[in-house]
C-alpha cells in the first residue's frame, strides 16, 4: 500500500459513509465517494481536490461498473474499497413480508457483492489493495426484531472470511468491520429504516414496544462515528489487516459473551460430538 490511497466508499451520502471519505481525506488520501446523489454526497462530505463525488446504486451492476470508471479515468487506480452502504429492515420474522426480507439481503449482501465484482478486476491488475467491508455486531450475534439484519450480515461475514485466502495470492488483503451501536443514520425511519409491513395480531404489542425502543435509541447510541472512522483509516494504514475489527465497548462485550457460550456448549457436548466419527 502506498503512502497515499485511493479510497472508494459506498454509502458516502450520510451516516458512517460520509465520515469515513473525510477521514481518509484528512489522513492524505484520495476519495470516491459513492451514493444515489451525487449532489447530495459532495454536500455532506465537503469540498476537496481529492474528492469524487459518484452515483451508485450498490444493486445495479452495470452502475457499479460505471463508478469504477470514473474513479479510474480520474485516479488510475482503486487501493481501498468499504462496502459501506446499507440499510435496516426491522420486525419480527413473521411481521416483515418476503419481499422485504430479499430487499434487505439486495442492499447489505448482494450490494457489496456487485460492487467488489466490479472492483476486483483493478485490484489484481495492480496486485494489491483491500476489500474493507462494514457488516455489525449483529453480524456475529444475532437478536430479536433484527432477523433481516442479521441474516444479511451474517452472510457478509462468511463470504468475507472466505474471499480472504481467494485474495491473498494477488496482494488483497480483507477486513470486515463489525461496529456496535454508533450514533449514524442507521435508525432514521425512512432514511435506512425500515419497519415491518405485515401484521400478525400475536406480535402486535412487543412490535409497538421495540419500534418505540429503537425510535428513542436514535441519537442516543454511545458510539462515536467520526472516531469509528478514524480508527478504519489507521488500520488501513497499518501493514496489516486483522480479519476482523469489533468496534466499539458494546461490540466487544455482546461478542465476547456469545464466544463464551458457544465455548460452553462444545464443552457441554464435547463427548457426544466426538462420538460420530466411523467406528473404524
Keep these: 500500500m502506498s503512502e497515499e490511497n485511493v479510497w472508494f466508499v459506498t454509502g458516502a ?4 459513509g460520509i465520515d469515513i471519505a473525510r477521514a481518509a481525506l484528512a ?3 484520495a476519495v470516491v465517494a459513492t451514493g444515489r446523489d451525487p449532489e447530495r454526497v459532495k454536500a455532506a462530505v465537503g469540498e476537496h481536490d481529492n474528492l469524487l463525488a459518484v ?9 457499479a461498473e460505471a463508478a469504477v470508471q470514473i474513479a479510474l479515468d ?19 420474522f413473521e411481521n416483515l413480508s418476503p419481499d422485504q426480507f430479499r430487499a434487505q439481503m439486495e442492499t447489505n449482501f448482494f450490494g457489496p457483492l456487485t460492487v467488489t465484482r466490479a472492483v476486483l478486476p483493478v485490484m489484481r491488475g495492480q496486485r494489491s489493495g483491500q476489500v474493507i467491508t462494514i457488516t455489525s455486531t449483529a453480524a456475529f450475534v444475532g437478536a430479536e426484531f433484527t432477523s433481516a439484519y442479521a441474516a444479511s450480515k451474517f452472510a457478509l461475514e462468511g463470504w468475507m472470511e472466505s474471499i480472504r485466502d481467494e485474495l491473498k495470492p494477488f496482494g ?18 425512512g432514511a435506512s429504516t425500515t419497519w415491518p409491513e405485515l401484521d400478525v395480531a400475536d406480535y402486535a404489542e412487543r412490535t409497538a414496544a421495540t419500534i418505540e425502543t429503537w425510535q428513542k435509541m436514535n441519537g442516543q447510541q454511545g458510539g462515536d462515528p467520526r472516531k469509528l ?18 468496534a466499539g465497548a458494546d461490540a466487544m462485550r455482546a461478542v465476547e459473551r456469545t464466544l463464551a457460550t458457544i465455548q460452553g456448549q462444545i464443552d457441554a457436548n464435547r463427548d457426544l460430538s466426538a462420538s460420530l466419527s466411523y467406528d473404524d
Excluded: K
Aim: hydrophobic share 50%; no cysteine; proline share 4%.
Design 13 to 16: 451520502g450520510r451516516g458512517l
Design 27 to 29: 489522513a492524505g488520501h
Design 55 to 63: 452515483a451508485l446504486d450498490v444493486t445495479d451492476p452495470a452502475a
Design 74 to 92: 480520474r485516479f488510475g487506480r482503486i487501493d481501498v474499497l468499504v462496502n459501506n452502504a446499507g440499510s435496516f429492515v426491522a420486525g419480527f
Design 172 to 189: 488483497i488483503s480483507t477486513m470486515a468491520v463489525e461496529p456496535g451501536f454508533f450514533r449514524t443514520e442507521l435508525l432514521v425511519e
Design 229 to 246: 472512522a478514524e480508527a478504519i483509516v489507521t488500520l488501513s494504514d497499518a501493514e496489516t489487516l486483522p480479519l476482523r475489527f469489533i
